[in-house]
């Protein structure tokens, strides 16, 4: 059974940063990609960053440059550094982990950046 434990959302001033944290428990692989998605209120679930086979990175445009994901293997976490937090960012942040055609979800975390 796979879990996904979130941390790390919060309330901040336009910015400033916050770091998510996501651990995954069960039988997680390395080629199994992770990241997150966040949903703003009255907006589709987006894509924010993902972390796939091979270190290969994507990100959203609006996040370039402030945002960065990374992973520990190891420990089957994945971190996302948020840095220059703008109001619009506002939103609950998921993690994400795909298994073959499997989608898990973590139960969400709520980021608020204050203007």
């Known amino acids: 059974q796979v879990q996904l434990v979130e941390s790390g959302g919060g309330l901040v001033e336009a910015g400033g940063s916050l770091r998510l944290s996501c651990a995954a428990s069960?039988?997680?692989?390395?080629?199994?990609?992770m990241g997150w998605y966040r949903q703003a209120p009255g907006k589709q679930r987006e894509l924010v960053a993902l972390d796939s086979s091979g270190g290969y990175k994507k990100y959203a445009d609006s996040v370039k440059g402030r945002f960065t994901i990374s992973r520990d293997y190891a420990k089957n976490t994945v971190y996302l550094q948020m840095n220059s937090l703008k109001p619009e960012d506002t939103a609950v942040y998921y993690c994400y982990l795909g298994i073959i055609r499997d989608d898990y979800w973590g139960q969400g975390t709520q980021v608020t950046v204050s203007s």
């Open positions: 069960g039988s997680i692989f390395s080629i199994n990609p």
